[in-house]
């Protein structure tokens, strides 16, 4: 597991790096998911996308992911993104590469 942070710091949708991979962190309803940044398309960065619920848009060309799986949501054929297991054990926050 490595630790990516506070729980403070994922107050918004935010980009960390680990182990040279970017990863793009969401807060919904009190937990933190972790999901690759690079866009499945394009590359396109993932953590700078609407979030709505468990959605979040890329702001490059449209496509969805649901961020707790990585899941894509439309279109539903594409490849989904990496999702990462986090914990989090009092106020610090780890992934499970
Ligand atoms: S790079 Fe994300 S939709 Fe194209």
Known sequence: ???IGKV???QKPKCVMVKGKEIACFLVDGKIHCIENACPHAGG???E?????FTVTCPWHGWSFDVRS???VNPQYAAGAT???VEV???DVFIDM
Do not use: I, N
Not at 49 to 53: F, P
């Open 49 to 53: 996308g609407d979030l709505a619920e």
């Open 1 to 3: 597991m490595e630790k």
């Open 89 to 91: 054990k009092g106020d």
């Open 70 to 72: 990585g899941d894509a």
């Open 8 to 10: 403070a710091d994922f």
């Open 45 to 47: 960065p993932l953590c």
């Open 83 to 85: 999702a990462y297991k």
